[in-house]
């Protein structure tokens, strides 16, 4: 349960994928495009707005992270789970307050992610998903501390299992705020990261402003 909880905010979060652009809706999914400041998948029918001056990760930042995250499991006797996870997996968006590696203390960040419905031992809906990660974060390593526990929030129009925790550093607090969502054949997955309360009303108002085909 663990492996699947770090690969998901470690690695499958950030796995690189080319942002295209599309005429109609596409038979399968693909990583979208932002155009105008919107996010939009038409297979899934999500339509996502960007925060002013906020960043847009490029292919090459997440590949990076990808490369980081990877590095970060090495010496994991389960590899080839990993491995496959990373198929049945496709990064969506990932946009942050500042540009990768700038010189701050933390920076704040929208990922989404989604997942091959059936591909995750244990995990057929967004409830499974939500409740593995909550079990995988109170028995980890890190120190997670969950503020609210799984509950239902609306992301724009339908509504999404959350969970809501927070990392308590010795200098920081960094919040997390998941979101899962059912849509067609794929799990939609959502991670909020803030250390800011502004920053966190800003994100959650974010996904209050998703529009759906």
């Not at 920076?107 to 995988?136: C, F, H, M, Q, W």
Request: net charge negative; with cysteine; aromatic share 8%.
């Amino acid at each position: 349960m663990l492996k699947h909880f770090l690969y998901i905010i470690i690695i499958g979060a950030f796995t690189a994928s080319q942002f295209g652009c599309s005429t109609k809706t596409p038979d399968t999914l693909d990583a979208g495009s932002v155009k105008r400041d919107v996010y939009t998948n038409e297979y899934l029918g999500i339509h996502i707005p960007i925060p002013d001056n906020w960043v847009v990760a490029s292919e090459a930042t997440m590949a990076t992270l990808l490369q980081a995250g990877k590095e970060a499991m090495a010496g994991d006797g389960d590899q080839a789970v990993v491995d496959e996870s990373i198929n049945n997996m496709v990064n969506l968006l990932m946009i942050t307050q500042h540009p990768h590696n700038a010189a701050v203390q933390f920076n704040p960040s929208l990922i989404v992610i989604a997942i091959k419905s059936g591909t995750l031992p244990g995990v057929n809906s967004a409830r499974d998903y939500v409740e593995s990660t909550s079990n995988s974060i109170r028995v980890g390593a890190v120190p997670f501390e969950i503020i609210e526990g799984i509950h239902e929030e609306p992301i724009g129009s339908k509504q999404a299992i959350a969970l809501e925790a927070v990392i308590n550093l010795t200098d920081i607090k960094i919040y997390q705020n998941f979101y899962a969502i059912e849509i067609k054949d794929y799990l939609v997955a959502i991670n909020l990261s803030t250390n800011k309360e502004a920053d966190r009303i800003l994100l959650q108002q974010t996904l209050k402003d998703i529009t759906w085909d």
